[in-house]
């Protein structure tokens, strides 16, 4: 019989190539689709080919496990609506981190060699936080927790003390020494229990608005844990992917931080938007309007713009606005949608949500295509965004100064829908609901534009 | 440490991959942002092999209950991994309607 390990380490290695040929597809819009068929195919052939493993037991318990996490994790992610893709994505990077603290569980319990132990137990440590970290993030976006920073005094103190506790516990298991009195076989347990609070604690203070930044980085650390256990249990196509995971999320996480203009530290030590914002008072008044009365503004423009916000997305306002927008070009106004680089949840969340809808890419223009744009436009429609739209971003002393925002003010005409007076996700007043050129038309924003669209057909 | 002639080429070999992550999506439109996440996130759940591992050679009940976890875990990575990328991308892919009155 062909030795086994001849037919598994050449499927790992074509595995890996896979992933790597998947990924690069994944970061060109026209390859991006085959990108993760390409990862998928790999992915299965690799999951197979494992099974050959010699002295491979509890076949059955492995089949099982295969069917009922794939199975939940299938059923799940394709009944949960697009809007809510960002916790998806945090829920099941979580589980790969759990995944590998189990591994490194099992290895250490197993206890495998002084070597690989030291690799096993950070893989365990790193695995812990990302998956505890990333429930509260799952937790937070999918609205089953409060979304403001949750913060306490001293609370950095205690985080940091946690951590050092879990990396003592991680160093007694390495060690089995009795320098504390509690029996040895308490270290493990108390070990993984550490991390897994420090995940949980590290998340806590962190506020809605910054979750993608946050996600994207356990997603990175997720990628480090496997790397780790892979080297542990010598799995090079673990180590391999593993490591580009933690090296690609680790870009990503920059990357998205810099479009935020946040940085990491003060993503993560920063607790945005707890504490109320310093000087720049609002001056004037808010001024409602009706939908009917939006019409008769939109039917007279020459130039409409349309700047979607998540609120847009919450409300499934996407086929209604479509249709405006299709109105409105019908009477031979042109309308151009702005989006921001963050509306939405995560970068690029709004294009999907869009072309959900139908609105083709040739309307949809990026900040900076846009921005100059403003001056010019009759009318600007605010739907369901805020903080993208604060004019507070150009002013100094604000949490959000800095911040690149659409221009919206500088329209002649801005429309601003809102479902009430609240703030915005950053938790700051936007002065720009107080400007002498903006209206709010208050109500739920799929109802207010299919009244708008109503009335525009009447006219 | 003792066996470090096993340790040095997989070292080599991480830095490698790391460099190629870096490479692979250093020019990528935040409009890929979101996707990429998740297919990264996707990538990850290689995982599952280790889990499958962990768990074939598991002897006692302990080790197999934590083993049988990682497997349910990894696997639910795998798959809504999938799922997720592969439906946000299908936005991508999707034929343009003309709009009405064009």
Known sequence: MVDPQLVIEPVYLATVFFFIIGLYRMSNPLTARSGIVWAGAAMLLATVVTFLTPGLGNIGLIGIGIAVGGGLGYLAAKRVAMTDMPQMVAIYNGMGGGAAASISAVELLAGTAANTAVLAVAGGLIGSISFSGSLIAFLKLQGWMRQKPITYSAQQVVNIVVLLLAGFFGALVLTNSGVVPLPVRLFLPLFFLLALLFGLLMTLPIGGADMPVVISLFNALTGLAVAFDGFAIGNYAMIVAGVIVGAAGSLLTLVMARAMNRSIPSVLFGAFGATDEVGGAVTGSLKSIEADDVAVMLAYASKVIIAPGYGMAVAQAQQKVKELSDLLESRGTPVKFAIHPVAGRMPGHMNVLLAEAGVGYEHLFDRDEINPEFTGTDVVLVIGANDVVNPAAHRQGSPLFGMPILDVELAKNVIVLKRGQGRGFAGIENDLFYRDNTRLLYGDAQESVGKIVQALKKL | ?102
Not at chain 2, 6 to 21: H, N, R
């Open chain 2, 1 to 102: 440490m003792t066996d470090l002639s096993t340790v040095w080429p997989a070292v080599y070999i991480a830095m490698l991959a790391a460099f190629t992550g870096y490479v692979v999506i250093s020019r990528v439109p935040v409009m890929l942002h979101t996707p990429l996440m998740s297919g990264s996130n996707f990538i990850h759940g290689i995982v599952l092999v280790g889990a499958m591992v962990a768990l074939g050679l598991a002897t006692t009940p302990l080790e197999q209950a934590i083993g049988f976890l990682a497997v349910v875990l990894g696997a639910a990575n795998v798959t809504g991994g999938y799922v997720v990328t592969e439906r946000i991308l299908e936005m991508f892919h999707r034929p343009r309607r003309p709009g009405p009155g064009v």
